[in-house]
């Protein structure tokens, strides 16, 4: 049986957050919650590609 | 009345869960994949149920309520095509613009030649499936979309903001679809989530079947490799769908990766072994896949009875359903089995007959859901359709 292969972007993710992360300025406030915000959004431009190919 | 809906929702929930698990509820279910045959219940065309998805719901909220049915797909007509034509979506003809109004959409395989994805690119999607998709696929499936490099575009830039904000307006709808098929008849969602094997996709929407059934020859290693590519994001699609009470399957989707689509060393080396671990991580956490076996999927019923007891419901379409009880029927619910030339073609006593022989066969220890072979469309009978239904509810209590 094969195994599954890891690929560059992984499953869920379009723009990592810590490509992200290299382009702020410090983060002075909740840096947690900056990083959920935009996994949480970028997450959806995950869905939107790969329910293109599957549903669509 | 809406605790009556309530308790009668439970009920058949019940029901058709038990019966997934392979257990013997206290009647067959009955969960009938009907597409277009909702339009035509409900009295409206081809096309608006597909271009319109709020039309497509009320012809199934409407079969659900007047046909006693545990389970329905929430809109079985599942390709909105009000969206797919704000994206430009090339690969469909569409009721009403393409083709007839009513006729159902058609998929649209381009030539070998002019397949969306070329024999020298697989290493491309091995690296980054995503981006490949976002950078290269997208682009050639959509007349708005413009590639890498090219000068881009008012519709371009509207292609994707007009795309992404129909597909959650359209995914938004389903809970408030699910909640009303639960509230006004009491009528279980029957899948959560999407599923397709690695093999298929690629042959699907990316090489097409010529082009892949030329690189499983010509470029074996690099067809393998992109498949296991594909692997853990199908797995993540699945599981982002999938029901979070582990009730309804997800609904996996067979197409061309058979016998005799393809040979039985290539279902062996390529099919099989790149979506087994999918199917056994989602049962390890607990989902159950409804395996939709389009076709005749017989030849490989040996290859699925080596999965885990209960972690498929395996639907039976042309191949014939008491060989396949008869190989997996004691690891797996199955589902289906009543021609779709027979709902169409036949007497609504040819339609009993044949249910009373296929729940005579398989479902006499539970582990049997009533449908169709295929996906109803708007050729069946509605006389038909209700009497698979009343028969199987007079005669399918255990």
């Keep these: 049986m094969v195994e599954m292969r890891e690929t560059k972007r992984k499953p869920g993710v379009c723009i990592p957050w810590e490509e992200k992360l290299e382009e702020l300025p410090e983060i002075t406030g909740d840096k947690e919650l900056v990083k959920k915000v935009w996994e949480d959004v970028d997450a959806l431009g995950y869905v939107y590609i790969w329910q293109c190919l599957l549903s669509f | ?102 006729i159902g959409f058609q998929y649209l395989e381009p030539a070998e030649e002019e397949a969306f994805m070329k024999a020298d690119e697989y290493d491309a999607l091995t690296e980054d499936p995503t981006g490949f998709l976002y950078n290269v696929w997208l682009p050639r499936v959509s007349s708005d979309v413009r590639a890498m490099g090219q000068e881009t575009s008012f519709r371009n830039n509207l292609s994707f903001l007009k795309g992404g904000m129909a597909m959650l307006s359209y995914f938004s709808a389903f809970g408030v679809q699910n909640e009303r098929l639960r509230k006004e008849s009491g009528t279980v969602s029957a899948i959560a989530g999407i599923l397709k094997a690695p093999f298929d996709i690629i042959a699907d929407k990316l090489r097409g079947y010529l082009g892949l059934v030329t690189d499983v020859l010509e470029r074996p290693k690099k067809v393998l490799a992109a498949c296991e590519a594909l692997m853990p994001h199908l797995l993540h699609v699945a599981l982002s769908g999938a029901d979070p009470d582990k009730n309804v399957p997800i609904g996996f989707w067979m197409h061309r990766g058979c016998v005799p689509f393809v040979s039985m060393e290539h279902f062996e080396k390529f099919f099989w072994p790149t979506l087994k671990p999918i199917i056994e991580e989602l049962w390890k956490r607990g989902h159950q896949v409804l395996f939709y076996a389009e076709g005749n999927w017989n030849a490989h019923l040996n290859a699925f009875g080596g999965l885990p007891d209960g972690a498929i419901v395996y639907h039976v379409d042309q191949a014939d359903i008491f060989e396949a009880h008869k190989a997996i029927g004691q690891k797996f619910c199955l589902s289906g089995g009543i021609p779709n030339v027979l709902l169409s073609y036949g007497t609504a006593d040819e339609v009993r007959a044949e249910c009373k022989r296929v729940i005579d066969g398989v479902a006499g220890d539970g582990g049997y859901i009533m449908d169709a072979s295929a996906i109803v469309q708007d050729d069946a009978k509605v006389e038909n359709i209700r009497a698979m239904t009343e028969f199987t509810r007079e005669y399918g209590v255990y």
Aim: charged letters at 25%; aromatic letters at 14%.
């Design chain 2, 1 to 102: 009345m809406a605790k009556d809906m309530e308790q009668l929702y439970g009920e058949r929930l019940k029901r058709y869960v038990t019966a997934m698990r392979n257990e013997k509820p206290d009647m067959v279910p009955i969960r009938p994949f009907v597409a277009e045959f909702t339009a035509k219940y409900a009295g409206y065309t081809c096309q608006e149920v597909t271009h319109d998805y709020e039309k497509a719901f009320a012809a199934a909220r409407k079969c659900a309520a007047d046909f006693d049915w545990d389970a329905v797909v929430s809109n079985m007509v599942y390709v909105w095509t009000g969206l797919t034509e704000a994206i430009g979506t090339k690969y469909y003809a569409v009721p009403g613009i393409h083709i007839p109004p009513n």
